[in-house]
C-alpha cells in the first residue's frame, strides 16, 4: 500500500487547511487511517484517526474542535479538516494506514503504512 498526502502549505494563524491522503495497491478490506505529525525538536504526535467500516474516529486533545477527518472508502481517501490552526500546529503531517479494521474510538494498535508527509506552516 501506498499513501500520498497532499494540501500541506503556509497559512497563516486562524486559517484552514485540507490535507488529503490517498492509498493505491493492495487496498481490499477495512483498514484504519490517520494522522501524526511531528515539529522539529518536538515528540511525533498522534493527531486523529478514522475506521473505515464504522467510521469511528479518535483526537488528540490538542486538536479537537478545529480538525476533523472523514474518509472516502469508493477513492480509498482520508482527509484532514484543520481549522482555527494556530503556530503550534506547524510540523510535517503524515498519512499512516493500519490493517485494524475495528477499534472503537482508538487510535490503532498498530500501524503498518506511512506516507512521505506534507508540510503545514502557520505564521
Known amino acids: 500500500v501506498q499513501l500520498v498526502e497532499s494540501g500541506g502549505d503556509t497559512v497563516q494563524a486562524g486559517g484552514s487547511l485540507r490535507l488529503s491522503c490517498a492509498a493505491s495497491?493492495?487496498?481490499?478490506?477495512?483498514?484504519?487511517m490517520g494522522w501524526f505529525r511531528q515539529a522539529p525538536g518536538k515528540e511525533r504526535e498522534k493527531v486523529a484517526s478514522i475506521y473505515s467500516r464504522d467510521g469511528l474516529t479518535w483526537y488528540a486533545d490538542s486538536v479537537k474542535g478545529r480538525f476533523t477527518v472523514s474518509r472516502d472508502n469508493g477513492k480509498n481517501t482520508v482527509y484532514l479538516q484543520m481549522n482555527a490552526l494556530k503556530p503550534e500546529d506547524t510540523a510535517v503531517y503524515y498519512c499512516v494506514r493500519s490493517v485494524q479494521t475495528y477499534g472503537g474510538s482508538r487510535w490503532p494498535r498498530e500501524v503498518n503504512y506511512r506516507g512521505q508527509g506534507t508540510q503545514v506552516t502557520v505564521s
Open positions: 495497491g493492495y487496498t481490499s478490506g477495512g483498514y484504519c
